[in-house]
């Protein structure tokens, strides 16, 4: 089993920033890909960003690129996500996924989930 845990969420004014972070334990050595989703109030859960394993490649949602960054630290088993420029439109629950191929951006492809932190972005 792989257990993701997020952190980092919280609020802020538009235009700020937040680092959010992914924990991952368990049996991380199966694990290739990484990702982070949102769902905000009222919406389906949405692709934001993705990243292999080496981190070479890094997919990202449009409305996100230029001001989001996804990264990993494979030595600790921690994913992230530096959110800047923060619009009250990224307000939302954050979730990492992981799975052992390579990344997508389809939630049905990932086969474990963290439980979310919350990102709420006042205008």
């Known amino acids: 089993q792989v257990q993701l845990v997020e952190s980092g969420g919280g609020a802020v004014q538009a235009g700020g920033s937040l680092r959010l972070s992914c924990a991952a334990s368990?049996?991380?050595?199966?694990?290739?890909?990484k990702a982070w989703f949102r769902q905000a109030p009222g919406k389906e859960r949405e692709f934001v960003a993705s990243?292999?394993?080496?981190?070479?490649?890094?997919y990202y949602k449009d409305s996100v690129k230029g001001r989001f960054t996804i990264s990993r630290d494979n030595a600790k088993n921690i994913v992230y996500l530096q959110m800047n420029s923060l619009l009250p439109e990224d307000t939302a629950v954050y979730y990492c996924?992981?799975?052992?191929?390579?990344?997508?951006?389809?939630?049905?492809?990932?086969?474990?989930w963290g439980q979310g932190t919350t990102v709420t972005v006042s205008s």
């Open positions: 368990g049996r991380t050595s199966s694990m290739s890909s």
């Open positions: 990243i292999s394993w080496s981190g070479a490649n890094t």
């Open positions: 996924a992981a799975r052992s191929a390579g990344p997508s951006r389809y939630g049905y492809d990932y086969d474990h």
